[in-house]
Nanobody, 116 residues
Framework: QVQLVESGGGLVQPGGSLRLSCAAS????????MGWYRQAPGKQRELVAR???????NYADSVKGRFTISRDNAKKTVYLQMNSLKPEDTAVYYC??????????WGQGTQVTVSS
């Protein structure tokens, strides 16, 4: 069982930065790939960034060069550094623990609003 708790969301002006954190419980954090997803009102949830247990990363085209995903296995935490934020980045951001054998887990989400 893995529980995920996101934090770090808020209101930021266009061009600003935020860092999201997702803290995990459980002893198997290091074997999970971790993903950040987002869902804007009226839209489907989409993958923003993902990091494997080995540290390989991939990003949605819309955030490449602006967002960076990282993980600290000792702290059981995954981060999403978001720079040069745009109004279209406004969404609820969720983290997800993914594994090909074990169940996947979702956090409760954190709201990010980019507005002047």
């Amino acid at each position: 069982q893995v529980q995920l708790v996101e934090s770090g969301g808020g209101l930021v002006q266009p061009g600003g930065s935020l860092r999201l954190s997702c803290a995990a419980s459980g002893s198997l954090f290091s074997i999970y790939a971790m993903g950040w997803y987002r869902q804007a009102p009226g839209k489907q949830r989409e993958l923003v960034a993902r990091i494997t247990s080995g540290g390989s990363t991939n990003y949605a085209d819309s955030v490449k060069g602006r967002f960076t995903i990282s993980r600290d296995n000792a702290k059981k935490t995954v981060y999403l550094q978001m720079n040069s934020l745009k109004p279209e980045d406004t969404a609820v951001y969720y983290c997800r623990a993914e594994h090909p054998v074990f169940d996947d887990y979702w956090g409760q989400g954190t709201q990010v609003t980019v507005s002047s």
